[in-house]
């Protein structure tokens, strides 16, 4: 059993719990927290070792220690994104440059931490109308897609709408129809430095969509592709000045210079 857990994937689910807290019917439907539904759909298989934490924690919940041990790190956000402390962001984002790996669920398209690491507004079209989505698996040899049918649906969903503006993905995973006509790009992954992002569209609060054995599925998945083995690259952050004597093949130096050897670069 020891031997399990050490082999397990550390995963982090990070959730605001504003919602499960102020709106009956989102309580109604995740008493326990959002946060606490998604971990355990992700703990189902016994490969994944879950760990909660929410906006009103110390730090958010999301330490230097807490981040250090975590593998992956799944997010959802809504009513307070404005309320996570950019200290902590950066935080985040120096961790998923070493390696650690990003999920982000549905309006966590807005959270401070994916537009961080995207540079772009990260918006989009929407509709609050308890809709079908109907997602198809366009990627079908992708491994968050293993397993999984030609498609799959969930009977009440928020619409989200094309244009998404987010750069390029790595890979589109999922395309998303609507019962209004609508379309959406709404799995689709990147690498930003040594980390792995994977951004999955559904998960409105007011619908049981985290219930659902399917997107269950999905999020497991996403979980042990994100997950990048081995210690934390921390070298990714330095930019060392590398003396012509340390050079791979002998050279000579020429010309006038700004900094003296050893010398930090300009940030």
Not at 67 to 88: C, M, N, Q, S
Not at 94 to 103: A, D, P
Request: charged share 25%.
């Amino acid at each position: 059993m020891e031997e399990q857990l050490a082999m397990s994937i550390k995963v982090l689910v990070w959730g605001e719990n504003v919602h499960e807290r102020q709106n009956e019917v989102v309580r109604s439907i995740y008493p326990d927290g959002m946060h606490g539904t998604i971990a355990r759909a992700l703990a189902a298989d016994g490969d994944i070792a879950t760990e909660t934490a929410v906006l009103q924690d110390p730090e958010h919940g999301l330490s230097e220690e807490v981040l250090a041990r975590t593998d992956v790190l799944v997010w959802w956000g809504h009513k307070a994104h404005d309320a996570v402390e950019d200290e902590i962001v950066e935080r985040v984002a120096r961790r998923v440059w070493e390696g650690m790996g990003l999920i982000l669920l549905h309006s966590a398209h807005f959270s401070k931490i994916f537009k961080r690491l995207m540079g772009t507004p990260c918006a989009l079209s929407w509709r609050e109308a308890g809709e079908r989505e109907r997602l198809w698996v366009v990627n079908p040899r992708h491994p968050i897609a293993r397993g999984l049918p030609a498609y799959f649906e969930l009977e009440h969903e928020e619409m989200y709408g094309e244009p998404f503006s987010v750069p390029e993905p790595l890979e589109t995973v999922f395309i998303s129809w609507f019962q209004g006509g609508e379309v959406f790009r709404s799995g689709l992954t990147y690498r930003r430095g040594a980390g792995n992002i994977f951004y999955f569209r559904p998960g409105h609060e007011t619908y049981p969509t985290y219930h659902d054995a399917t997107v269950g599925q999905v999020l497991r998945n996403a979980a042990r592709w994100a997950h990048t083995p081995g210690p934390a690259l921390a070298a990714i952050h330095k930019a060392p000045n590398v003396p012509a004597d340390a050079a791979p093949e002998p050279i000579v130096e020429r010309g006038p210079k700004l900094h003296k050897p050893g010398e930090e670069g300009y940030k």
